[in-house]
């Protein structure tokens, strides 16, 4: 059963700072991983879908890394800004389904 | 183009009642998956469906069902509800299944009183 997890829960930096989110999970043999970020109360909007194949996957500000021999991704983003401030979550297929983690809030202090 | 939309956006139910939720997926997708997500805690899967197939199910009770129309659009039927059932329940399309890019809809928040 592939378990994912996410550690810290929650995150507060000054603006400016760069951001490290962690993901982890127990079983390797992933097709994919992909990140999301959680606005209060909303839906997820996908931010990086990094390939099994791929070590790196960017976008913008936003870097993910995978590594899936020690079961690991992160997230860097660089920069943050107030408008960064949201939960960010990873998830990997499994069977018919992702996977996700719990998330890390991250606030984001102007 | 449009994103997947779900509605209602806001639902608010006693216990035991019935409720139907909506889903309509970007255009030229055929896979829709339905997840419920507490707060503090990640989405859980709940049903996928790929050309009106259920191609998989998540541990909930037979209280919970679903159905993909031609269109595409799905809908998911709670029965006999539970203040348990309170939650954000979120549609994501796709254009073939989980390995896919995932698209979500902005939820619709359930609350059972």
């Known amino acids: 059963k592939q378990e994912v997890t996410q550690i810290p829960a929650a995150l507060s930096v000054p603006e400016g700072e760069n951001l490290v989110l962690n993901c982890s999970f127990t079983?390797?043999?992933?097709?994919?991983l992909q990140w999301f970020r959680q606005d209060p109360g909303k839906g997820l909007t996908s931010l990086l879908l990094i390939q099994s194949s791929q070590r790196e996957q960017t976008s913008g500000r936003l870097n993910a890394s995978l590594d899936k021999s020690s079961g690991r991704s992160t997230l860097y983003i660089a920069a943050s800004q107030p408008g960064d401030s949201a939960t960010y979550l990873c998830?990997?297929?499994?069977?018919?389904?992702?996977?996700f983690g719990a998330g890390t809030t991250v606030t984001v202090r102007a | 183009d449009a994103g997947v939309t779900q509605s209602p956006t806001h639902l608010i139910k006693t216990r035991g009642q019935h409720v139907t939720l909506r889903c309509s997926p970007i255009s030229g997708h055929k896979s829709v998956s339905w997840y419920q997500q507490v707060l503090g805690q990640g989405p859980q899967f709940i049903f996928q469906?790929?050309?009106?197939?259920?191609?998989g199910r998540g541990n909930f009770p037979d209280r919970f069902s679903a159905r993909q129309f031609p269109n595409y659009s799905s809908e998911l039927n709670v029965n006999a509800l539970l203040l348990g059932d309170s939650a954000l329940y979120l549609c994501?399309?796709?254009?073939?299944?989980?390995?896919?890019?995932?698209?979500f809809g902005p939820g619709t928040r359930l609350t059972v009183l």
């Open positions: 469906y790929y050309e009106k197939e259920e191609r």
């Open positions: 994501a399309s796709s254009l073939w299944g989980p390995t896919d890019t995932q698209y």
């Open positions: 079983d390797s043999a992933i097709y994919n």
């Open positions: 998830a990997v297929p499994n069977d018919y389904k992702l996977s």
